[in-house]
């Protein structure tokens, strides 16, 4: 009888020298730097057996091994294979920042509390890792990652991509030769396992078959064509036949034929107990007895399979030979007999959800008490952040549900599940499935407001904004429908019949009935009328609006952007990030993250919107959330060009690049343009700076913004026609700003700029750009006008500026005098604003006006030394936050806080924490 694959033979593995010396190197690295290595195969090539070798190596080398085995079954809960990894080593979980430990109890159902994203539990994990670390180098193994739940592993995907800091190897089996989720992007390292060559395929077969004849052994090295479990499997299928067909049947098949044939061979009493064992793989052994007796069986079925090789009990568990052998036991029973076996388990099951899993795998029909069973698996599946499953349990508890309203409810919720998760494409499947059968006008506003949260951040098109509306018509209370119109039309741009369609409808809402829900949708139809009244009650509004209408913040924030009142849109971005941190929901918290990041970059505020952009941009990486890191990779291009570090600014640039393909967002793009801009025109490249910032027209906000750089490139390069379109803009813009003195001292800078471009790029002014070339007075009442709407806007960056170019500008009309102030006072805003480039314009032309310098000769730029992170790191470190606090704020591991403060103290020549906040003070 062959025994288990080849991980149970003395000496090496054969064929797989150059595997094995992969792997070798792979624990070398790892016991000072981590990495992950997926091996890849068919069934059968020998993947565990590779693995298990590696382990043994890796615990000679003193590693301790943390292990987790996907199986088949009646569906696993979320979680269950992270938990059977960390298992041994929970007891680290008292070190972790006290978010991150509850996350991780929540998602183990060991705690109550709000369900945390993937990414904060993939956070916890790996801070567990870390800790667990310090006693010595880690090896953690994950058998068939293909059938571990989805949860876990989306956890074990995380950790693949995060290890480098952590000593620390994971090793992942997965098959390739099915239907399986891949995994191998999130891996850096792959190694593929071929077949063995004919050489090694006969010693194999020589040491596992000894006796065969020579035709007998020329059939199975031809059929099993390098397969390892091949050629231990069919030798024992010739023990009662002399060939074997060389039919065309997959590989796959003839390996489950030839364990049937084993399987065959036991008792009738025997096979009932695998069947009982292979539909329980995934319960403890103690169980498994408890439903082979429920089932009006014995144990010795069981005892003679263990003899025969089949299976072996280990940690408490039956674990079959291979999992072939289980699919093809589990393929072989009739569905009666896969149903009593169910029934068996369910019954014994301490679990309710896994009882309520067998109860539904054995049941064929509608159920309703069945199907209430499953939902509430799936509703704790829900509250402990185990998306993927609850939609499954969901699905299959509307399957089982007599009536078709509970159907649909169960569809639903399945739905959201899906978006909650992230499964873009399973949400908008399970939405196709069930709006033809939703009828109540509950089910069909249910439906509906999934479907628009996906079309709000995907590309899942849902209803336009006109159906919205007509959808509203029916319902008594149309404010809640009639905001997500509004909310689309915004984000869409949608034209002004639209609009004016939508605003009918809500002209029409009886006053007795217009809250805050039909206030905001005003809003957005019309910014600047509605942002006058909601500006007021915002801080009533905002909180219950994120409890269930959080979208409608971020679009809140954006219709405040569109006005130009920037403190209304930093309120609700702020509100909406700390929502999201506080309720664990990492994914949103990104992207709102990288809204505030943009319009604080965009309003001057470089090193707030850096900090932010930066950690939306890591978090986006993390989330998988390419758009997001794009407008966040592009905001951190823009803060750096400003800041004058042209390297850095130009791979963000590249970054954004790369991250946005040719998706067709126009503000990514537009963002991204914006910055290409600003750094050409620190390099000197003043016509590419003006192309990049004419393309930043597809995006009207941004090309609002970003004019005053386009006329400044347009002068330059000699085309001071190119800024006739937004002069045009920023006019109107000006006509419609809640707070217009931004725009003011733009237009005002833009046409001295002009005025005195003869001079400023030594060209003359074509006629129609707006502003014709006129004398110096020209020139000077503009920017004594920018200056004033600079003060009042208190618009330090832009206003520093200004001091800069009419500096130069007086400088080269001679006033000397007036030229040194206004240099040494650009000098001094813009070194506050952290704008290192063109500060050092200003003290080079201060410095040529005969003036002194505008800081003290030899000093020290802490903030330019610091990284965004360890400036972010040290900010909160000077608040008083412990290392636990901070790792809970920016999501790193305590460790890794305390490497960052580290690198802080020792760049600002500090000894301890209490100096921080003196070392950081104006920064």
Known sequence: MCGVIS??????????????????????????????????????????????????????????????????GAG?????????????????????????????????????GPASDRLLISLATLGLLEETATAGPVLLTVEDLHWLDRSSAEVVAFLARRLRATPALLLATTRTDGAYADWSAAFPQLLPLSPLSGEDSARLLAQVAPALRPRARDQVLEISAGNPLALRELPEALRDSETLLPDPMPMTERLEQAF????????????????????GEDVPATELVAAIGTAGLDT????????????????GRVVFRHPLLTSAILGAASSPARAQAHRALAAVAADPSRAARHRAAATYGWDEEVATALEATADAAARRGANHEAMIAYQRSSELSPLVADRVRRLAEAAEAARRGGLTAEAAEVLRQAMPMAGAPDEVRALARTEWLLSMTSDVPGRSALDLTGLAAGYADPAEILLWAATKAFILQENDE????????????????????????VTLLDPRRGLTTLRENLPEIVPGLLERHAEIVNVL???????????????????????????????????????????????????????????????????????????????????????????????????????IGAAPFARVHAMTSWAAGVLALNQGRHLDALRALEATAVNEPIALWAGADLVEAAVRSGRPEAAAPWLTTVEAAIGVAAFPERLLLARE??????????VFAGTKLSAGTGSEAGPAGDARAHFESALEHGVRAGAGLELGRTHLRYGEWLRRERDITAARTHLERAAVLLREAGAAHW????????????????????????????TSRELEVARLAAQGLTNREIADQVYLSHRTVAEHLSRVFAKLGLSSRSQLAAALRDR
Do not use: N, Y
Request: proline content about 3%.
């Open 498 to 521: 639209v609009r004016a369609v939508i605003r009918a409808a809500l002209d029409e809402v009886p006053a007795d009935r217009r809250d805050a829900l039909h206030e905001i949708g």
């Open 76 to 112: 696993a809960a979320g979680f269950t294979g992270l938990h059977e990894m960390l298992h041994p080593v929970l007891d680290r979980m008292a070190s972790l920042p006290s978010r991150q430990r509850s996350a991780l109890m929540v998602a183990f159902g060991e705690e109550d």
């Open 839 to 866: 500060a050092a314009q200003a003290e080079s032309g201060l410095a040529a006006a005969g003036g002194g310098t505008a800081r003290p000769p030899g000093g020290r730029d802490d903030k330019r030394i610091l």
């Open 557 to 659: 924030a954006f219709t405040a952007e569109g006005v130009q009142d920037f403190a209304t849109a930093d309120r609700c971005w702020t509100a909406a990030i700390e929502h999201h941190h506080a309720s664990g929901r990492i994914g949103d918290e990104a992207v709102t993250l990288c809204g505030r990041a943009t319009e604080r970059v965009a309003s001057g505020d470089i090193a707030g919107g850096l900090a932010d952009a930066e950690r939306a941009l890591r978090l986006s990486l993390d989330f998988d959330l390419p758009v997001v890191g794009a407008i966040a990779a592009a905001s951190v291009a823009l803060a750096r060009a400003v800041r004058g570090e042209d390297a850095a600014a130009g791979d963000a640039v590249e970054q954004a690049r790369t991250l």
């Open 300 to 315: 010795a079925g069981l005892d003679a399979a263990e003899r025969a090789g089949l299976v072996r009990v280990t940690g």
């Open 749 to 758: 800078r833009s046409l001295a700029l002009l005025s005195s471009g003869a």
């Open 260 to 279: 049937l044939a084993e399987v065959a061979q036991l008792p009738d009493a025997g096979r009932r107990v695998l069947l009982v064992a292979a539909a």
């Open 7 to 72: 991980q149970d033979l003395p000496g090496p593995l054969l064929g797989r020298a150059v595997e094995q010396a992969f792997l070798d190197e792979a624990l070398r690295r790892a016991e000072t730097s981590g990495t992950a290595v997926l091996l890849q195969g068919a069934a059968g090539i020998g993947k565990t057996a590779l693995l298990r070798d590696a382990a043994r190596r890796a615990g000679r080398r003193g590693f301790r091994e943390l292990h987790a085995r996907g199986v088949q």
